[in-house]
């Protein structure tokens, strides 16, 4: 019975011996030959242009593969999993290709400040410092590298398409995402985006850019009607995207979930063909953010390509009214294209493979030196830092965490540090000990610790120290905003105790957005860390120690108080008008309440200035070890202006100052008192002078023209303001442009 059984189990195995080697070989000719046909397809000639390749693929696709690239798959833990779920990457969501003709499969990952969901899928990320962090370095060549890191990272671990590009401009500073954007001002907002995408691409991923647009705020942000006039769009909001756009050229734009002047941003016919398509000439594709379709038809129409991350409206859906008539052909054409255009632009048909080794080493050395380009210092009494590491004895460490870590943005920006998943909205320390960082630098000096749960030990502690460093945060997430910017926890109270005992004390600020500061006569020192990212700790060691200059300047105005921002009361909404019934009481997607962005395009220090509000910190400010001074303004009115001017280092260390071009412009255009045009970041040595040359495009001088539907420039008297921060320009000089 065994002998029997056995026999045709000996004779399979046979069998497969011998036919194993030229079946396996046949495997391959077969895999191979399919390789050869695809490479010979007329759009795989990589000298054609990327809408030419389109073009060639688009005539082969049948209208279900054409709607196959037209919405996402799932995403994990949102609803059940579909069939083919087992083709993603672990990502926020993926995009099938067309494998027959060589287009791969889209994979997307969130990557706000580093790649999201390695604990998830046992991977590794670096974390940058945040993103407003970064724009603190004011340096698009930082962004650069921060780009290419992120880049890297999402081709290592098997994705091709990011999802970071956070780009939405600081009106409402309690918005839970500010960590996640760049700032307050348009310019500076924009150019840094556009360098950050510019590189992110380069490594071959498709580029994103986000929220479009007006999603300024986190409360109520899937029902919330921004209002905002056009202008004022045009300037403020809209321009940071359009610059980003122009500079970063990314294959993807996402659409907020938020609705603008009362249709939803995904279906908004003006965001989305009027500007981004028609005006910009924008020639990649929209997708929705996630859940923010609302329709199929209006939708499509509106010039939405893509649904995030199912198929609800663009999948049967879209394919159904296809064939009633109600989308013509040539809309579902477009879409695909766009799709198609951007998986070609961006390198990932020609290079599909890009899974490596994550380089741990050089993302901590990248990290930690954007971290250095970006800690801001905003006080520094009596030159009390640089510590001295032979000078100071001892040192009180103080705060919680400060002994392990540093904090970071939660949502779906997070990184992951070493561990286990951490929950949504949890808040994730990254293991880079202050504690360990500080004692480092000063092997001579006695480090303590203190938690600061019980103010009293931690004064204690500041009080028999030569010098307390009390490491303070507020934590921000997507999904929600900041009921006020106060340092939540006690911890107003604990730095008060602590400076109280000891004056020499320095307060290291690990925050998303500004914070108020009552306790800022009684400190001698405050360096706003932001969230620093995975090497922060050594980063702020080596400016407390000196080994760092500071360089960084405020990307957004800290103010004084709640009460002096355009709506001092958070809009949140009314009750019963959240969830999916409310927007759809109508039997139509209808925003349910309104944020009336009144101030228009008075937006951060625009805001202050106009209103003459002093302030805590203003936008542009932050201090180094050494000194500058600014002369010799000259201002050459043409394409534009080119503005130039002598900075020289009159302090005894080198440095680098960002030296910042403001204008104003004339009074008939009703313009706030000035605005960012331009900037330099200059590295000098001590006594060292460097003539300083800014080109300004003609579009930072122009008004956008509400009548004529264009930008202009009116012609007048211009005043061209230069120094280093937009409250302390020495610099100025008046110009005619016509
Ligand atoms: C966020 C997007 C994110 C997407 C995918 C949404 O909730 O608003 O920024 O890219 O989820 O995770």
Redesign the pocket.
């Known amino acids: 019975m065994r002998k029997l059984t056995r026999l045709p189990a000996m004779m399979l195995a046979i069998a497969i011996m011998l036919c194993s080697v030229p079946c396996v070989f046949a495997q391959h000719r077969l895999h191979n030959a399919e390789e050869e046909k695809i490479k010979s397809y007329p759009w795989m000639n990589s000298s054609l242009s990327p809408d030419e390749r389109a073009d060639l693929v688009l005539k082969e696709l049948t209208l279900d593969e054409k709607i196959d690239l037209l919405h996402g798959n799932g995403?994990p833990g949102w609803g059940k999993p579909r069939p083919n779920a087992y083709l993603g990457n672990g990502g926020?969501?993926f995009v099938v290709g067309v494998p027959r003709l060589g287009i791969p499969i889209i994979q997307?990952s969130?990557a706000?400040y580093g790649v999201?969901s390695s604990a998830e899928n046992g991977r590794y990320s670096t974390a940058l410092p945040s993103n407003l962090a970064s724009a603190a370095s004011w340096d698009p060549q930082a962004a650069c590298e921060y780009g290419a890191l992120i880049g890297r990272e999402l081709r290592a671990q098997g994705y091709n398409m990011t999802?970071?590009g956070?780009t939405n401009i600081t009106r409402e500073p309690r918005n839970g995402?500010t960590f996640?954007y760049m700032g307050e001002d348009p310019i500076l907002a924009g150019t840094l985006v556009g360098n950050r995408i510019k590189c992110e691409q380069a490594q071959h991923v498709i580029g994103?850019i986000?929220?479009y647009a007006v999603?300024d705020q986190e409360s109520g942000?899937n029902e919330v009607d921004s209002i905002i006039g056009k202008r004022a769009l045009r300037e403020s909001d809209l321009l940071a995207f359009e610059i980003g756009v122009a500079i970063g050229n990314p294959g993807a734009v996402?659409c907020?979930?938020n609705a603008v002047n009362g249709t939803f941003a995904c279906e908004n016919k003006y965001l989305l063909t009027d500007v981004l398509k028609d005006e910009w000439k924008y020639k990649g594709f929209v997708l929705s953010?996630?859940?923010?379709t609302h329709s199929t038809v209006k939708a499509s129409a509106a010039g939405l390509d893509n649904e995030?991350?199912m198929d609800d409206f663009f999948g049967d859906k879209l394919k159904q009214a296809v064939q009633a008539g109600q989308v013509p052909l040539s809309e579902i054409d477009d879409h695909a294209r766009r799709i198609l255009r951007s998986e070609f632009a961006s390198g990932i048909v020609d290079s599909p493979n890009g899974k490596a080794v994550v380089d741990v080493e050089g993302g901590f050395d990248t990290a930690r030196r954007i971290a250095e380009q970006s800690t801001v210092l905003l006080k520094n009494e009596h030159a009390l830092l640089p510590l001295d590491p032979a000078r100071v004895k001892s040192i009180a460490i103080i705060g919680t965490h400060a002994d392990t870590g540093m904090i970071s943005g939660g949502?779906?920006?997070q990184v992951d540090p070493p561990g286990p998943p951490h929950h949504w909205q949890e808040h994730v320390w990254f293991p880079t000990s202050p504690l360990k960082a500080v004692a480092a630098k000063a092997p001579g000096a006695k480090v303590q610790f203190d938690s600061g749960e019980n103010p009293a030990s931690a004064a204690a502690l500041a009080k028999n120290s030569d010098v307390a460093i009390v490491f303070a945060h507020q934590w921000q997430s997507?999904?929600m905003d900041l009921p006020n910017l106060s340092l939540p926890d006690n911890q107003d109270a604990l730095i008060d105790q602590v400076a109280a005992a000891n004056p020499r004390t320095i307060v290291v600020l690990e925050t998303g957005t500004a914070v108020t500061m009552p306790w800022i006569d009684k400190v001698s020192g405050i360096l706003e860390a932001w969230y620093a990212g995975s090497k922060g700790a050594d980063a702020v060691a080596n400016i407390v120690f000196g080994d760092v200059n500071p360089s960084a300047k405020l990307p957004m105005t800290f103010p004084r108080s709640v009460d002096d921002l355009p709506h001092p009361k958070l809009v949140t909404p009314p009750p019963g008008a959240q969830g999916r019934l409310a927007v759809m009481r109508t039997g139509e997607a209808k925003p349910t309440f309104s944020v009336n962005y009144d101030e228009g395009l008075k937006v951060g220090y625009k805001w202050y200035d106009a209103e003459n509000k002093p302030v805590l910190f203003p936008f542009g400010y932050g201090l180094s070890y050494t000194t500058y001074r600014y002369s010799g303004l000259q201002v050459t009115p043409e394409g534009g202006a080119s503005v130039s001017f002598d900075v020289k280092n009159t302090g005894a260390r080198a440095g680098a100052e960002i030296a910042q071009v403001y204008v104003a412009l004339p009074a008939s255009t009703g313009e706030p008192p000035k605005r960012l045009v331009g900037w330099s970041k200059v590295q000098l040595n001590p006594g060292e002078s460097k003539r300083v040359e800014v080109k300004i495009d003609p579009k930072y001088l122009s008004i956008f023209d509400e009548t004529a539907n264009a930008w202009k420039l009116v012609p007048g008297s211009y005043t061209f303001m230069v120094g280093g921060s937009s409250q302390n320009l020495p610099l100025s000089h008046k110009a005619e442009l016509k």
Do not use: F, Q, T, V
């Not at 953010?289 to 923010?292: A, Y």
């Open positions: 995403m926020a969501g997307m969130d706000a999201r999802l970071g956070g995402r996640e994103d986000k929220h999603n942000r996402m907020s979930y953010d996630w859940g923010g995030e991350p949502g779906s920006a997507e999904g």
